[in-house]
Nanobody, 126 residues
Framework: QVTLVESGGGLVQAGDSLRLSCATSGLTFSAYVMGWFRQAPGKEREFVAAISRSGLPRYYADSVKGRFSISRDNAKNTVDLQMMSLKPEDTAVYFC???????????????????WGRGTQVTVSS
């Protein structure tokens, strides 16, 4: 059974940093493309970042480029999202996702990913 568990969310102030982590089990982690998505209240789930099996290439939404960084540790079966210069508009539930197929043209699509975590709340106050 594939499981993804996010951690590291919390309440921070604008300009602060936060690091999210996603622990996985039940899969050959190094064979999976991994992504982070977020969903704010009343909005659709949106792409944040993705990382290929080897760690390169990495993909980012325009809204987080230069502020967020995705990384993975294939030995620990984890994928992290380092978030800096956080803004109130970054407030959302953040989800980890994974899929064994890498389709570069659709890594930003919710439908690309077969497996999802339950999410971790990130709240950025102004």
């Amino acid at each position: 059974q594939v499981t993804l568990v996010e951690s590291g969310g919390g309440l921070v102030q604008a300009g602060d940093s936060l690091r999210l982590s996603c622990a996985t089990s039940g899969l050959t982690f190094s064979a999976y493309v991994m992504g982070w998505f977020r969903q704010a209240p009343g909005k659709e789930r949106e792409f944040v970042a993705a990382i290929s099996r080897s760690g390169l290439p990495r993909y980012y939404a325009d809204s987080v480029k230069g502020r967020f960084s995705i990384s993975r540790d294939n030995a620990k079966n984890t994928v992290d999202l380092q978030m800096m210069s956080l803004k109130p508009e970054d407030t959302a539930v953040y989800f980890c996702a994974g899929d064994p197929i890498h389709r570069a043209e659709s890594v930003g699509d919710v439908g690309h990913y077969a497996y999802w975590g339950r999410g971790t709340q990130v709240t950025v106050s102004s």
